[in-house]
């Protein structure tokens, strides 16, 4: 979400301090599988040796796994919060699920009403 990459979180010395620890490597046989998948592990090794991994061969939203309709209004509605007001996102997201259905300039309407930030 936004808020991880806002410009006060980054430059937080604690953050800072995290990313002169961290490296990346990339790995030609998980590139190789883009974009039908989006392969990552993260290795975390403690300062005595011990190391946790973790690996994942999608994310949420990739084509290999889908956002639901439930999935999508989520993070809609976070994005949104605090931003419009509720009826308006109510009415974005049934213009949305039933874009088939009516005219662009509706849409187009409501999102006009979306204020710029």
Do not use: C
């Not at 808020?3 to 980054?10: E, F």
């Not at 993260?42 to 011990?50: M, P």
């Not at 049934?94 to 009516?102: M, Q």
Request: aromatic letters at 6%.
């Amino acid at each position: 979400m936004p808020a991880q990459l806002a410009a006060d979180r980054i430059t937080r010395p604690d953050v800072q301090s995290l990313i002169t620890k961290v490296s990346a490597r990339p790995n030609p046989a998980y590139t190789a599988q883009y974009p039908q998948k989006m392969p990552a592990k993260i290795t975390v090794r403690l300062k005595d040796g011990t190391t946790f991994s973790r690996g994942v061969q999608d994310y949420p939203g990739m084509a290999s796994h889908p956002f639901t309709w439930d999935d999508g209004t989520g993070k809609f509605d976070q994005l949104v919060v605090g931003r419009i007001d509720t009826d308006l996102a109510t009415q974005i997201k049934d213009a949305v699920r039933s874009v088939e259905d009516i005219q662009v300039k509706d849409l187009m309407s409501l999102l006009a009403r979306v204020p710029v930030s």
